[in-house]
């Protein structure tokens, strides 16, 4: 025997719904952010499947391609005929007229259409799985490199080498937040838990962290990593050193929350009940600042990329041969280089828009994160 | 007053210690000291170093004395001769090569504050008052585009376009004419034509927070009950509002000294490389790299006491302007 339920109503899925159920209803009503957090899953894919994305390797370098201009997707054949298919031309070496330097130039003579699926450039996907299988590409890849993006001044293919460079800065990203987190609950915790002088002495350090000014003393701190380290090392460590001030954002979450619901009724009666005091940390208050936390984290993502490119950027961050975004810019460092290979900045777009959408998910998160606020 | 400014400046004292503790560990961390590297740079040039010279140079720096005493007598001699120590890589006494460079991001970041106020003023208070109109809402998203580009990516792409478009050259302070001449009223003026670049680009990412608080702060106000009793006063909607909410949300323009202040300092480092501006940033980087550790930690510690410094009269100013945080 079946008990019929009654059709529930909207109204009812409102008042019936969980606290995250809310917080997702209310997050996609807010559509910029939704749109970004897609954009955000796409950049991550992008990043973990580098080699397969990458129509190139991205050491890959020849002088006949030196600072090639981006080639542009065609869909009219010279002929005047139309092709669903995109296709490039190929790239042929000529000399300016008037300044008589070597430059790269597209000859309509050589068409390539785009194809999904081909074969290139052999690489091995998270030092596993050996394949030769890019998500796109151009037939002839092995005589002439597929320029989506440009080549740099060593004639390296931009594209590809902006996908490598996203694992790096994307992930610093993520590890750095985790670092902030690690610090910032424990120490905004006992901040927030115990009060008194403890608190009084950790709001102080915040207090000085805060008012320094973070590129010199990151450029200052970095230094001092060992020269020897290997590349790994120097990136968990700048990682750290970047996690330095940012823990300093999520103390404060932590500790404002902390304050306001050692407050809460709920609280009072959880200790009334006689439950014990990690229960009630772990079970009563951490769960209410949980959504809290991960806006505050997806805010702090930014600070955190751009902490990486700045530091690289400037010559005393990731060194290359390490491929990221920061080390990418360093080859568009001076206005001469900029003049010539425009393309060269690429890399500070995709900056951007990573940033952007940060910022825009963490401010949906944001409202989102308080479902019963009117 | 005079107790809160007292301590106030109580709290300043220990702050700077603490840094100067800091810069001095950040001096020592690189392995070898300035003696070593002097020995190699001697060795490299031909020149043989002496175990007696280096001793006496040892002794002459205070080298041989344990770290503590270094750390005093290296604080006692900032305090009262201004002494930084030495420049290895320059072969000059930090203090000369910083004050003029120091003086320049002085003057940039404070021109950037300004500005930014002269912006952010008039945008607040319309984006506060007309709520949800088109004008807010595109300060909104230009408020998160100019929080999300780097000041450095914006300082190349404005270089790139003045050159490819204009043919301007935005870099340094002076143009080729005037670098090397004494003051006068021209350079004075071909200065300021160099000079906005770089307030422009520090001003964006400043003046979008600056806008966002402002206007938080003003609709607050303006949904509290005074406003509605001035209103039903009949008192002229401009008038009204300059005169209370505006005044009450105006502290954060204040208290945008402390938390603005340490993001121009490092702004101005950065963007200083890309616009080859003579600021602390250049020589900073460049005694980084090679291990001039003197003269890059009093960079570190005389930027982090000048946001410091911030810090300190923004608490001043805002004791002063409100009489809630004085009488607290």
Known sequence: ?374 | MWKFLLQRLLLFIPTFLVISVITFVLIQAPPGDYINSYATQLEASGEEASEALLLALRKRYGLDQPVYIQYVKWLWGIFTRLDFGHSMQWNRPVGDLIWDRLAWTVLISFLTIIFTWILAFPIGIYSATHQYSGFDYSFTFLGFVGAGIPDFLLALVLMWLGFAFFGLDMGGLFSEAFRDAPWSWAKFVDMLKHLWVPVVVLSVSSTAGLIRTMRANLLDELRKPYVITARSKGMTEWHLVLKYPVRVALNPFISSIAYVLPQLVSGTTIISIVLSLPTTGPIQIRSLMSQDMYLAGSIFLLLASLTILGTFISDILLAVVDPRIRLE
Do not use: C
Request: hydrophobic share 50%.
């Open chain 1, 1 to 374: 025997m079946t008990v019929a339920t009654p059709p529930k109503s909207a109204e009812a899925n409102l008042y019936t719904a969980s606290q995250w159920q809310l917080m997702w209803w209310r997050f996609s009503r807010h559509r910029v952010a939704v749109v970004s957090m897609i954009l955000l899953v796409f950049a991550y894919g992008a990043a973990l499947f580098a080699e397969f994305v990458s129509p190139h390797d991205p050491n890959r370098f020849s002088s006949s391609w030196v600072l090639a201009p981006p080639m542009r997707l065609h869909f009219t054949r010279p002929d005047g005929s139309f092709s669903l298919r995109p296709f490039v031309y190929g790239l042929t070496s000529a000399r300016d007229e008037e300044t008589l330097a070597m430059v790269v130039v597209p000859d309509e003579t050589q068409v390539h259409p785009i194809r999904f699926w081909v074969k290139g450039d052999p690489y091995t996907l998270w030092g596993q799985f050996d394949s030769d299988l890019h998500l796109f590409g151009i037939d002839v890849w092995a005589e002439q490199p597929l320029f989506l993006l440009g080549a740099d001044d060593l004639g390296r293919d931009l594209f590809s080498r902006i996908m490598y460079g996203a694992r790096i800065s994307l992930s610093i990203g993520l590890l750095g937040v985790g670092f902030s987190l690690l610090f910032g609950v424990v120490l905004g915790g006992i901040s927030g838990y115990y009060g008194g002088l403890i608190d009084v002495i950790i709001q102080r350090i915040i207090e000085l962290l805060r008012s320094l000014p973070t590129i010199p003393l990151w450029l200052t701190l970095v230094v001092i990593l060992p020269p020897h380290w290997s590349a790994l090392r120097v990136y968990f460590g700048i990682t750290l050193i970047l996690s330095l001030i940012g823990w300093t954002g999520m103390a404060r979450v932590v500790r404002g929350r902390f304050l306001a619901l050692r407050e809460e009724d709920f609280i009072m009666a959880a200790r009334l009940a006689n439950a014990p005091q990690m229960r009630i940390i772990m079970r009563h208050m951490v769960p209410s600042f949980t959504s809290h936390l991960i806006a505050q984290m997806t805010l702090a993502v930014p600070g955190m990329i751009l902490g990486e490119t700045a530091l690289s950027f400037l010559g005393l961050g990731l060194q290359p041969p390490v491929v990221s975004w920061g080390v990418l810019l360093q080859g568009a460092q001076n206005l001469r280089s900029v003049v010539l290979a425009p393309w060269l900045l690429l890399p500070g777009l995709f900056v951007v828009a990573v940033i952007l959408a940060f910022n825009f998910a963490g401010d949906g998160l944001r409202d989102a994160a308080d479902p019963y606020a009117i």
